[in-house]
């Protein structure tokens, strides 16, 4: 054989080597990426596997809100966690009087108020209230206010021995400062009087201790309706040191024990949102109608009104004062169970604006400071 054949068939063989190695190079790379997805695969398929969970429980109202939710998830890619989601079935509330799902209604109540009729079709959505809910929302609050047991108690000042009606209304005005210092929510302030009053209805309160109930009330209203609130520090702080955090716990302790932690009562800043949307009023109007809800909580003998009727008296100043027509529904639909709703509504309208009208001349000027800023559209000054 001549040496250039032997030379050639020997380049052929190192040629086919290198083919075969590079082909059998490339057989286990690929075999070995599918081992480790494989391997991968199994650790996910693992019931008890240690691997991180979101777990997610949503109350979605519809099948496209869920969809949302999994591609949101599915298209950020540097999500390495698998996402659980728990849907929980929210019963769909029936309309009309006799729905069943609504809690803590008693039956018998239920057939005079079946002549609620709102008018969704002018409601305004920029109230934090679903429009399409009024009507359960309002009838609930309704029923829940004239059916509660545990709520102040018509009087109860005569049972009183070391403190007054002037006493009361120097701490209220005093709370309306504090609570506006420390830019809390609306219905942190009226939570605050309802369980002052609720307290004091059934239970004594020597001066020293009334302005530490104050501040306790206040400190257990933030812990209900506030997500952010002021550390219990500071609320030592505006009593001017005059009690300390163990003696405020401890009042905490005994209202709540008292009140049984019933502490939850629809009042008249509740009922007065709900008018102000189906009323359509502008944002003058609206703050003209917080102004007078605000100021009668000032006043001890207010009492005797329900949230309810202020909350109509209210309604009907600021539609009155601003010729706004429609008001006439308020006798018939929008209060609790009364003889002569026309005339309960248009006497505690008479006493708010005499209320209103005392408050000015007083040295309780908390609420109309309050209300004559900028941000509350100067509605104290108008009057």
């Not at 019963?91 to 709102?118: A, C, D, M, Q, V």
């Not at 939570?191 to 059934?202: A, E, K, N, P, R």
């Not at 408050?359 to 400071?369: A, E, G, H």
Request: hydrophobic share 35%.
């Amino acid at each position: 054989m001549k040496k250039n054949d032997i030379s050639k068939k020997s380049s052929i063989k190192e040629k086919n080597k290198k083919i075969f190695s590079e082909k059998n190079h490339e057989k286990m790379k690929k075999k070995a990426k599918d081992n480790k997805s494989k391997k991968k695969l199994s650790l996910y398929n693992k019931p008890n596997s240690t691997r991180n969970q979101l777990s997610l429980n949503l109350n979605l109202s519809s099948n496209n809100d869920l969809n949302n939710e999994i591609n949101k998830y599915k298209s950020n890619k540097t999500t390495k966690t698998i996402c659980i989601f728990h849907i929980e079935k929210v019963p769909k509330i029936k309309t009309g009087t006799n729905s069943n799902n609504i809690n803590n209604i008693n039956n018998e109540n239920i057939p005079y108020y079946s002549h609620l009729n709102f008018d969704r079709i002018n409601s305004k959505e920029e109230v934090s209230c679903a429009g399409e809910y009024l009507e359960e929302i309002y009838l609930n609050l309704l029923i829940e206010e004239s059916n509660s047991i545990i709520k102040p108690k018509i009087g109860y000042m005569n049972m009183q021995k070391e403190i007054n009606e002037q006493m009361r209304a120097i701490l209220v005005d005093w709370i309306i400062e504090v609570h506006f210092q420390f830019n809390l929510r609306q219905e942190t302030l009226y939570m605050t009087i309802w369980i002052i009053d609720t307290y004091l209805s059934f239970n004594f309160v020597s001066r020293k201790k009334l302005q530490l109930l104050g501040i306790t009330c206040l400190l257990i209203s933030c812990k209900s309706q506030e997500i952010y609130f002021p550390h219990q520090n500071k609320f030592i702080e505006v009593t001017d040191g005059a009690y300390n955090r163990e003696e405020m716990l401890k009042m905490e302790n005994e209202i709540l024990k008292k009140l049984n932690f019933k502490i939850v009562f629809p009042t008249s800043n509740d009922f007065y949102n709900i008018l102000s949307k189906l009323y359509n009023f502008e944002k003058k109007q609206y703050f003209l109608g917080k102004y007078f809800i605000e100021s009668v909580l000032i006043d001890y003998k207010m009492i005797k009104y329900s949230g309810s009727i202020i909350s109509a008296a209210s309604t009907y100043l600021v539609m009155k004062y601003f010729g706004i027509n429609g008001y006439q529904k308020l006798y018939s639909k929008y209060v609790i169970k009364e003889d002569n709703p026309e005339s309960v509504i248009k006497d505690t309208a008479k006493e708010i604006y005499l209320l209103i009208e005392n408050l000015s001349k007083s040295k309780y000027k908390s609420v109309k400071n309050k209300y004559g800023l900028t941000q509350f559209e100067n509605v104290s000054e108008i009057l």
